[in-house]
């Protein structure tokens, strides 16, 4: 399914709008990907991944992107082109613990956080310790009503392919952001494992979706959940990572 014409004007989509502006104008999402200036690794078609090999140690191993020519890849692209130094630290440790531990039925604690955050992250390292505050205990009106005023100094930046394409194409309250409050790129494997995300239905952002100006979106605990159920699955079903 292809993207919305508009989708790019969206207030979450304002750190891809360089990486959009260079894509190339013609061909499939991999050539118009590869033909940008900000492309930070060659863009192949999906063809070029062979059989069993996993996606992650392709691209690490050729310093190329295998490409379907759907909304999901070029998301991913996108994301490549806009982020380049994230996304070549979550596949490099994602090539590592592959090189160490194969492929196996499960993915392990850090790969699936390296999957998690690739697919639905989100990056907030300045975010107001005022709000961290909150958010840590899932005190959703202190974190969007009561101190509203500091969301227009600093947003999340999101990151996750997966949740774009959500976004663009069925937005809904309940899509739900894995956002990281550290900077990506200091985290060791460690970090990464022990899932350090806290959860954010991003149509709750103030600026972001015109219901949220009613205090009343969001007393509704199946999507601003209280504390003592933060650990449940993610909202939305948006994980759909390539087979690795």
Known sequence: ??????????????????????????????????????????????????????????????????????AHDLLNGLVWCAEPAL?????????????????????????????????????????????????????WHALFVTHRALWAHSRPRLVGHALLEQLALAPRKGLCAHVLLADPLTLDEAGWAAKPFLPLPVLGVPGWWPANEQPGFYADPQVFRPKRLASAPAHGGIICAHPS
């Open 87 to 139: 996304k070549s630290r979550l596949n490099a440790l994602q090539a590592a613990a592959l090189a160490r531990d194969g492929v196996q039925s499960r993915r392990g604690a850090l790969r699936d956080a390296l999957t998690l955050f690739d697919e639905s992250g989100a990056c907030w390292p300045d975010c107001p310790p005022e709000l961290a505050a909150a958010w840590r205990q899932r005190d």
């Open 1 to 70: 399914m292809p993207l919305p014409a508009d989708f790019i004007a969206a207030p979450w989509c304002e750190s891809l709008r360089p990486a959009w502006a260079a894509l190339g104008s013609v061909g499939t999402v991999a050539r118009r990907l590869d033909a940008s200036p900000l492309a930070p690794r060659r863009f192949v078609e999906q063809q070029a991944l062979p059989p069993g090999e996993a996606y992650e140690a392709f691209i690490a191993a050729r310093d190329a992107v295998p490409t379907r020519d759907n």
